[in-house]
């Protein structure tokens, strides 16, 4: 089964617009991670928050942490049209650390 | 190399054929991992291998599926008397080592199959 959810699970915004996305977990995790697909095909790691983390940035990313509700937020600055894709949590859980549990995803689309 | 490739990129079967789909992971990974994506779901972990051996077969949908490593790089997924249900990319990571936490996965392009 599936450990986690996203919402919303499709997002539109203008570019210039900041886009959150949200996901909640099942089970304690060691780590939560992000990545972006385009099109359906391979995944790109965007970042790697640890469970005892609470925030943390790069680039135009920001990702929090809350382990006592089980959720995570990405929030992506300033989009740009080239931000269009599927955006997908993915936790490890702590018993099992080889083993990524992926969300079922939101769809993103920045319109030009 | 540089990354993750698998091929082929693209497979269409008959219903009842087998299929092989190839993995060769960045070189010196030790850890090779390999997930199930339907259409527009999220990826399904099937199978993980650490060196040659796969200590979690757990995710492998029926004994249909299987999967072999060898030399402790390129790995095989199998599927034998494919079903439509099949029909998914398949997705081959790799990672320097499955040991502790935090390893990163370098994902591959993935294969999609389709059964008629």
């Given at each position: 089964s599936q450990q986690g959810e996203e919402d919303p699970q499709a997002l539109s915004i203008q570019e210039g617009e900041n886009a959150t996305m949200n996901c909640s977990y099942k089970t304690s995790i060691n780590n939560l991670q992000w990545y972006r697909q385009n099109s359906g095909r391979g995944l790109v790691h965007l970042i790697l928050i640890r469970s005892n983390e609470r925030e943390k940035h790069s680039g135009r990313l920001r990702v929090t942490l809350d382990t006592s509700k089980k959720s995570s937020s990405l929030l992506i600055t300033?989009?740009?049209?080239?931000?269009t894709a599927s955006y997908f949590c993915a936790t490890d859980v702590r018993?099992?650390?080889?083993k990524l549990i992926f969300g079922s995803g939101t769809r993103l689309l920045v319109r030009p | 190399g540089a990354g993750v490739s698998q091929s082929p990129s693209n497979k269409v079967t008959e219903k009842g054929k087998d299929v092989e789909l190839r993995c060769d992971p960045i070189s010196g990974h030790t850890a090779l991992y390999w997930y199930r994506q339907s259409l527009g779901q999220g990826l399904e972990f099937l199978i993980y291998f650490q060196g040659n051996s796969?200590?979690?077969?757990?995710?492998?949908?029926?004994?249909?599926f299987s999967a072999e490593r060898t030399g402790g790089s390129v790995s095989t997924l199998t599927i034998q008397r494919?079903?439509?249900?099949?029909?998914a990319v398949y997705l081959c990571a790799s990672s320097?080592?499955?040991?502790?936490?935090?390893r990163e996965q370098f994902f591959g392009p993935g294969t999609r199959l389709t059964v008629l």
């Open positions: 300033a989009s740009r049209a080239a931000d018993d099992s650390s080889y | 796969a200590p979690d077969k757990s995710g492998l949908p029926s004994d249909r494919t079903q439509q249900e099949d029909s320097l080592d499955a040991q502790g936490a935090g």
